[in-house]
T-cell receptor
């Protein structure tokens, strides 16, 4: 079965510092990988996706993610965190021809001024 | 995303009551989904529909039913609500083609079953 894991329930980072939110995925076929963000009292918003091609994917709000096949990881990164980046982040995976997404449990990011 | 709307936004109901959550979208997407979100569990898929005549169970469909009244409308029903169905419910839509896999979420319905 397809699955994703987000090993950290919470990540704290100082404003201006680089941030990383971790995600690993189960090895099954060629994964489609996604990151979504949820701000308080809002639905999830798409940030970026990896399907094929360059391992480094750039998305909205200055976020990027690196697909690492050997480590089965798809970590979300940003060079300089903003307080407004504080939110709940979800990693998700799908597969070719499958429009279902399997979501991780989410990681709460807190950016400290 | 204002293109996906959910009603009601908040609802408190009693055990045993029937309740319907509604979702409408103006994105013109064929695919629609219902998820529930629980703290520490992420999002879990309840039902999904690829078109009006194609409805499929997701990971946790027991205790729920759905109706796809039109391409733009997808309703979720709890036939007899129970307290462990207290959760945040999200509707989502997706398209095919270049944006394959990207889902667009409504603002959510917070349901409390007492």
């Amino acid at each position: 079965a397809q699955s994703v894991a987000q090993p950290e329930d919470q990540v704290n980072v100082a404003e201006g510092n680089p941030l990383t939110v971790k995600c690993t995925y189960s090895v099954s076929g060629n994964p489609y990988l996604f990151w979504y963000v949820q701000y308080p009292n809002r639905g999830l918003q798409f940030l970026l996706k990896y399907i094929t091609g360059d391992n480094l994917v750039k998305g909205s709000y200055g976020f990027e993610a690196e697909f690492n096949k050997s480590q089965t990881s798809f970590h979300l990164k940003k060079p300089s965190a903003l307080v407004s980046d504080s939110a709940l982040y979800f990693c998700a995976r799908g597969g070719a021809g499958s429009y279902q997404l399997t979501f991780g449990k989410g990681t709460k990011l807190s950016v400290i001024p | 995303d204002a293109d996906v709307t959910q009603t009601p936004r908040n609802r408190i109901t009693k055990t045993g009551k029937r309740i319907m959550l509604e979702c409408s979208q103006t994105k013109g997407h064929d695919r629609m989904y219902w998820y529930r979100q629980d703290p520490g569990l992420g999002l879990r898929l309840i039902y999904y529909s690829f078109d009006v005549k194609d409805i499929n169970k997701g990971e946790i469909s027991d205790g729920y039913s759905v109706s796809r009244q039109a391409q733009a409308k997808f309703s979720l029903s709890l036939e007899s609500a129970i307290p462990n169905q207290t959760a945040l419910y999200f509707c989502a839509t997706s398209d095919h083609g270049p944006s394959e896999g990207v889902q667009y979420f409504g603002p959510g319905t917070r349901l409390t079953v007492t």
